[in-house]
């Protein structure tokens, strides 16, 4: 047996695929969520107010959408690989420099600009167009894997971070985040990331013949299922009803969960949490994201539509937030138990959204353009996620608490939810053609 030839390894070459996204979302967003763990420190020692940090926050958000169909444009043209060990570089280096973090504009410059920037590189969409060609069939399931990944990094590494801090201090923390994705993200995606399985020889979900397209026959010649809505570029796409409709629901994703990313902690910390619980809170969070994520990718795989999954999870989200208003304005609720209600709910449904538009954007436009399409509408993403960190900020200065921003964050979700519902699906999407003899 040739140790080095995937095909004969008995393990699909796919597999360390996923592993190594995985463990590159975990290190480069599992870190950038663990922003929220050093707001407190920082505006202690510079004496700064919660919307001057928001704006860091956002403007990062803001540029990572701007900056993400660039990328993905460079994916589609140069390769998974390079792409993303670029931006693993950035990530870590930046990361490294806001220990050196001396006024609001560095803040503004490393975290919002550099750091940004550098994420485009390592997405999920990125990371994802190179998982839909490594798998068809499991295409969800591995996905959800990979989103699963950057909630896995908010489990462990936004308790790390504020354990790290009350230990060290916020400098030294950011310092040790840094030296980790750098020494540990890059040889792995030098090692193990590869764009198509053809290349070494392999067929999508490790089959040993080509699959037979969804609705054909095992061992009858096929064509290739029709794709009306099939893009050989990004401009054809967005020229559709489906993408505007995901890409809709999509800006309200980011306006309620980037919200969290940076107000969340400092939420609870205002609400008599100690910092460490608000933090383990954050993370037990982010830890259901992975099982919500993974769960998600894979029922959808199973059971269509997948635009019914995506209706499902806006409006348990939505209903989340309504629980955590509640929590914060009836007296009779204990904020514990509804930050922790809140944080099941809606750990659940956080990153859930990105295996099922990832694989129902594939599905609807093929995957020849398919990270400069995904990063396009993830654009809409971040606009959602840099005006919610303004907005939740400034009502915070404004009103003293965060029950106006929650609200607001509730009721979005719900028009979120019914803009997926009427996505024609069945119409438009490859899974549901039939097949030419």
């Known amino acids: 047996m040739a140790a080095g030839n995937p095909a004969r390894s008995g393990i699909y070459y796919g597999w360390f695929v996923v592993a190594t996204c995985m463990f590159i979302a975990f290190l480069t967003m599992g ?3 663990a922003f929220g763990a050093f707001v407190v420190p920082m505006e202690a020692e510079f004496e700064w107010n919660r ?10 958000a803001l540029l990572n959408g701007v900056t993400q169909p660039f990328m993905g444009y460079l994916f589609d043209r140069v390769g998974v690989r390079i792409v993303v060990m670029a931006g693993i570089f950035v990530v870590g280096t930046s990361t490294l420099l ?3 973090t001396g006024s609001i504009w560095f803040l503004i410059a490393v975290f919002g600009v550099v750091s940004a920037v550098g994420q485009s590189g390592t997405s999920l969409t990125n990371t994802g167009a190179t998982l839909s060609k490594w798998f068809r069939r499991r295409r969800g399931l591995v996905i959800g894997l990979n989103a699963s990944g950057m909630s896995l990094g908010g489990l462990i590494l936004v308790p790390f971070a504020a354990f790290l801090i009350s230990l060290i201090d916020w400098r030294l923390s950011w310092i040790v985040m840094g030296l980790m994705i750098l020494v540990l993200g890059i040889p792995m995606a030098f090692l193990f990331l590869h764009d198509d399985p053809a290349k070494k020889g392999l067929n999508p979900d490790g089959d040993p013949e080509p699959a037979p397209a969804p609705g054909g026959s095992p061992g009858v010649a096929a064509g290739p299922p029709p794709q009306p809505l099939f893009a050989e570029n990004w401009r054809q796409a967005f020229k559709s009803l489906p993408i505007w409709q ?20 400092p939420m609870a910390v205002e609400e008599g949490i100690k910092p460490q619980t608000a933090a383990l809170i954050f993370g037990l969070m982010s830890g259901l994201n992975a099982l919500g994520a993974t769960g998600a990718g894979w029922i959808s795989d199973r059971i269509g539509g997948r635009k019914n999954w995506l209706t499902a999870v806006y409006f348990c989200r ?19 138990a509804g ?19 990832t694989s ?9 353009s398919l990270a400069t399409i995904s990063g396009v509408a993830f654009l809409f993403h971040q606009l959602g996620g840099f005006s919610s960190v303004l907005l939740a900020g400034y009502l915070r200065e404004m009103t003293g608490n965060y029950i106006l921003a929650f609200t607001i964050a509730a009721v979005m979700l719900y028009p979120a939810a019914i803009s997926a519902f009427t996505i024609r699906e069945r119409r438009y999407s490859v899974r549901y053609q039939p097949v030419p003899a």
């Open 31 to 33: 870190t950038r969520n």
């Open 339 to 357: 930050l922790l209600i809140f944080a099941f709910v809606a750990g659940l449904s956080w990153i859930a959204t990105a295996p099922l538009t």
């Open 246 to 265: 995901m890409s809709f629901s999509y800006f309200i994703c980011g306006s309620t969960t980037f919200m969290l990313s940076v107000h969340f902690v």
């Open 51 to 60: 919307t001057v940090v928001s704006w860091a926050a956002a403007l990062g």
């Open 360 to 368: 129902l954007t594939a599905e609807v436009y093929g995957l020849k």
């Open 98 to 100: 806001m220990a050196a």
């Open 318 to 336: 939505g209903t989340g937030y309504v629980i955590l208003v509640l929590s914060l304005v009836v007296p009779e609720i204990p904020i514990m």
